[in-house]
């Protein structure tokens, strides 16, 4: 049962565009909502994330919008680059479960220049 | 450079075989994890260690077993090696969860294992 759904599975954007990558979840225990970034042949890396509390988190060309009634939070990417190009996986984590991250199926984004 | 470190980098093996990867971390973290990540790019984790005492151990064959020799280093032994074996294998580390707070995971670059 995959308890994170993440689309679309691939996704190209044109250079100054904006990218939009969905979330969903199920388990409404979960309570710390991180998306990662890999750029292949690298491991994943922290972008940024946000917890149930707040509604939207942005860093930069970066936001994320959260809608805890619709259990779902997305990515989104503004004025994007060619340099954005990557996987992109959102992430959900239980409190009681530690550390333990349960990750989304990725999204590949492609901006084109 | 701190980081998180794996070697080796791509590792090609017959079927059958028992191999090791190796993951060391200079990051002060208290915590290891052990990630596959199939053809389709899905990440799931496998282990997790703190200060040396398992912590999170998923549904794994146990032909899979980690090790952590210290807090800093943590190894994954597989053995009988099968085809369904081939993915990426990430290590990660962390400061320790169980502190309360939320901590970033930090990636090393990956281990390609592809098993003939």
């Known amino acids: 049962q995959q308890q994170v759904k993440q689309s679309p599975q691939s996704l190209i954007v044109q250079k100054g565009g904006i990218s939009i990558i969905n979330c969903a979840y199920e388990?409404?225990?979960?309570?710390?909502f991180p998306w990662y970034q890999q750029f292949p042949g690298k491991g994943p890396a922290l972008l940024i994330a946000?917890?149930?509390?707040?509604s939207e988190k942005k860093e930069g060309r970066f936001t994320i919008s959260f809608n805890k009634s619709a259990k779902q939070f997305s990515l989104h990417i503004m004025d994007s680059q060619p340099g954005d190009s990557a996987t992109y996986f959102c992430?959900?984590?239980?409190?009681?479960?530690?550390?333990?991250?349960?990750f989304g199926e990725g999204t590949q984004l492609t901006v084109n220049p | 450079d701190t980081a998180v470190s794996q070697t080796p980098k791509y590792l090609v093996t017959q079927m059958g075989n028992d191999k090791s990867i190796k993951c060391e971390q200079n990051?002060?973290?208290?915590?290891m994890y052990w990630y596959k990540q199939d053809s389709k790019k899905f990440l799931k984790i496998m282990f997790s260690?703190?200060?040396?005492?398992?912590?999170i151990n998923e549904t794994v064959p146990n032909r899979f077993s980690p090790k952590s020799p210290d807090k800093a280093h943590l190894n994954l032994h597989i053995n009988s090696l099968e085809l369904g074996d081939s993915a990426v294998y990430f290590c990660?580390?962390?400061?320790?969860?169980?502190?309360?707070?939320?901590?970033?995971?930090?990636f090393g670059p990956g281990t390609r294992l592809t098993v003939l």
């Open positions: 990660a580390s962390s400061q320790d969860p169980r502190r309360g707070d939320i901590v970033e995971q930090f």
């Open positions: 388990n409404t225990a979960f309570d710390y």
């Open positions: 946000i917890r149930p509390d707040v």
């Open positions: 992430a959900a984590r239980k409190e009681t479960s530690g550390s333990r991250l349960t």
């Open positions: 990051l002060g973290h208290d915590t």
């Open positions: 260690y703190n200060n040396k005492e398992l912590i």
